[in-house]
């Protein structure tokens, strides 16, 4: 719902802005609550200021610290440019920024202004998805994410979003109170999971284990109201001998973000992109590239099951051990990004999934993308990090608003 508020001037004739007023909010073709001058429940949807006339630059210099503290929403004025009201917007979006807020006239054609309004509708509804959620880093980030550091406050600030760090023996030792459940693993994991083509022994052995490791992660996240965790799952080759590639495969198709290799800025991308998309995001490595074609190979022994149309089991390819997922994602648009752990910068490119492969030396599930040539120059010049996020669908403006 869209909450609309009003600024007026009272040397104006209150039943001509008023007439006016209706005329111009029936003109958007939006449904809408409108709140007029009581800012009380500001905040609580997307909520507009309708600048009515000129003059009202004053009252909202006094009315901002109330604004402030009822919500972090940017200040969105929507003027129909009659009675002065655009000048007096344009003045109120100067102070803002000279305040450092942020802010956004809304002005033009009804089908402008309501498209826009749609677009920032998604945007706050990809806001709030995020505001208050708590993902969980579980053991440190493996050692060579030399540049995958994070900055917990202003991740917070920004996003809303709290940072659980959780030791890895705790996981270990949820892990061993469980017992395998291989019945069940069997039936819910290949049975009824879509899994295709013929399974080794030795990844028929490793089901049990990494169905145990899947429901000691699932305590996990009961135990502290996780939304998602990233995991130091290289420590379980050797802890366990086994993977956590099947257990955060099925963690991400229930709806929760579970990344690789206790890599947080990639778990926030995947958070943020489950934000804006609603659905899964594939968190995998540039395997290849090939800068005059844009064509980018993309490979994790991991994708989320809801990702793709059929898998396969094989082994972990570094270890050759444990579980992996050989995923067939389906082609058409994607959206390849990432953020940084400190959100100062981010890469967002809209792009093609042309096909799947299946090469022995690479990680299980290899997906082949077509960027723009241009794309090449970031990888090559100024990644973020090595682990980029591939969303199904095109998704680069609303990315872009957020994280504006």
Not at 29 to 53: A, M
Not at 122 to 135: D, I, Q, S, W
Request: hydrophobic share 40%.
């Amino acid at each position: 719902m869209i909450s609309i508020f009003t600024l007026t001037s009272p040397l104006h004739d209150k039943a001509a802005v008023d007439a006016v007023t209706k005329e111009f909010l029936d003109s958007l073709g939006i449904e809408y609550s409108f709140q007029g001058d009581n800012y009380e429940d500001y905040g609580t949807d997307l909520s507009l200021i309708y600048v009515r006339t000129g003059g009202t630059e004053g009252l909202f210099k006094e009315l901002l610290p109330t604004l402030q503290g009822l919500s972090r929403q940017t200040i969105l004025l929507l003027t129909s440019g009659k009675s002065n009201s655009l000048a007096a917007s344009m003045e109120i979006l100067s102070y803002l920024r000279q305040e450092g807020l942020r802010g956004e006239i809304l002005h033009g054609s009804p089908s402008y202004i309501r498209s826009r309004i749609e677009a920032l509708s998604n945007v706050e509804e990809a806001r709030r998805f995020l505001e208050y959620k708590t993902l969980g880093i579980v053991g440190h980030p493996s050692d060579w994410l030399i540049s995958s550091g994070f900055d917990r406050d202003v991740i917070l600030d920004k996003l809303g979003i709290s940072l659980q760090y959780i030791p890895m023996e705790e996981l270990m030792e949820e892990y061993s109170s469980l017992k395998d459940e291989v019945a069940e693993s069997w039936n819910e994991i290949v049975g009824r999971g879509g899994s295709e083509g013929p399974i080794s022994t030795p990844v028929k052995q490793a089901i049990p284990g990494a169905y145990r490791l899947y429901k000691a992660l699932q305590t996990l996240v009961s135990d502290y109201g996780l939304s998602g965790l990233t995991i130091r799952c290289f420590d379980l080759l050797t802890a366990i001998h086994n993977t956590g590639c099947l257990a955060l495969a099925r963690l991400n198709s229930e709806g929760y973000v579970a990344g690789c290799e206790g890599d947080v800025p990639a778990m926030l991308s995947m958070m943020i992109g489950r934000a804006v998309s609603g659905v899964s995001g594939f968190q995998a490595n540039p395997s290849s590239i090939d800068p005059e074609t844009g064509e980018i190979v993309f490979s994790h022994c991991t994708v989320p099951l809801d990702m793709v149309s059929s898998y396969g089991l094989d082994t972990h390819f570094e270890s050759g051990i444990g579980v992996g997922i050989r995923g067939q994602l389906p082609s058409g648009p994607v959206t390849v990004f990432k953020v940084a752990g400190d959100l100062s910068r981010h890469f967002i490119c809209e792009g093609e999934l042309l096909r799947c492969e299946a090469k022995p030396d690479l990680c299980r599930t290899q997906t082949v993308l077509k960027l723009p040539a241009s794309a090449a120059s970031y990888f090559l010049t100024e990644p973020i990090g090595n682990h980029h996020i591939v969303l199904p669908g095109h998704h680069a403006a609303v990315l872009e608003a957020l994280l504006k």
